[in-house]
């Protein structure tokens, strides 16, 4: 189980916010867990001088493209961006230094999934720089995929079958838990044993991670074949539920012990 750390930007800041939030009707701002006094380039520094590769930058609505640049350029090759990409700016953003676009919104029309622009978007810069954003949230009794900031509902339910036909697709899957998303009210086992019901390519779980027992529960829940981010628990973060040091040994011990590389 690999830690992919995260650098996620508001208003050109780095913060961590409940992501259910975003965008919400009747709120002025989105319910930020913390803000951060340190540049982004700090945290990719960080990631960097520490080995931890496929980490996430996630641009949280506009005037975010600066400080994503800047973290990226600290880290090249060694962070995703996410968060507006799509079929004009994704080749730019891997030459900003990305390794991988991540996408949602992009890609689902009306709440349908768009196949076609998939399939171009996957030609135009190749399956191996694409990862898909699956994050969800539970309704009735499935989990839907969820765009446009997690506020919109798609028709898309995450079902083994789905993410074994998505996965031609992409080279990984990162999945947000978005009812537990930057609360560190603990992880959501249900949907991380669905996830790791499908391991045709890797899947990053984030959503909830608030103690190391909640990491123990993926790596067991998951068998060792997903990966894992945590955001607001962090104590470089503000939190006060993990270490970050402890995250990263804990991880890379895992990783050894599972052979999941």
């Not at 340190?38 to 080995?51: A, E, I, L, V, W």
């Not at 996430?56 to 600066?66: A, K, R, S, T, Y």
């Not at 981010?229 to 995250?247: H, K, P, Q, W």
Request: hydrophobic share 40%; charged share 20%; glycine share 12%.
């Amino acid at each position: 189980m690999k830690f992919r750390p995260c650098i996620d930007l508001h208003d050109g800041r780095v913060k961590q916010i409940v992501g259910s939030t975003l965008g919400a009707g009747g709120l002025a701002a989105p319910l930020t867990n913390f803000s951060s006094s340190f540049p982004p380039s700090h945290y990719s520094r960080m990631y960097r001088q520490d080995g931890l590769t496929g980490g996430h930058v996630i641009m949280l609505g506009p005037d975010n493209e600066e400080a994503a640049v800047e973290a990226l350029a600290a880290w090249p090759g060694g962070l995703q961006i996410g968060g507006g990409i799509n079929g004009d700016n994704a080749r730019l953003w891997l030459e900003r230094g990305a390794s991988h676009v991540i996408v949602t919104s992009y890609v689902f029309h009306d709440g349908i999934l768009d196949e076609q622009r998939l399939q171009d978007l996957c030609k135009q810069i190749g399956r191996r720089h694409l990862v898909l954003d699956l994050s969800c949230r539970y309704k009735g009794d499935q989990y839907f995929v969820v765009t446009d900031r997690w506020q919109k509902f798609t028709r898309l339910a995450i079902t083994r079958q789905v993410l074994d036909e998505l996965a031609a697709y992409c080279d990984e899957f990162l999945v947000h838990a978005v009812d537990v998303e930057g609360k560190c009210m603990g992880v959501d086992a249900r949907l991380i044993e669905l996830l790791a019901s499908s391991t045709r390519v890797p899947v990053t779980y984030a959503g909830g991670v608030a103690s190391m027992a909640d990491l123990e529960l993926i790596a067991k829940a998951g068998g060792g074949k997903l990966d894992v981010t945590v955001g607001s628990a962090l104590d470089i973060f503000g939190g006060s539920g993990l270490r970050y040091a402890d995250v990263v040994a804990f991880c890379q011990g895992n990783t050894q012990n599972s052979g999941n590389v």
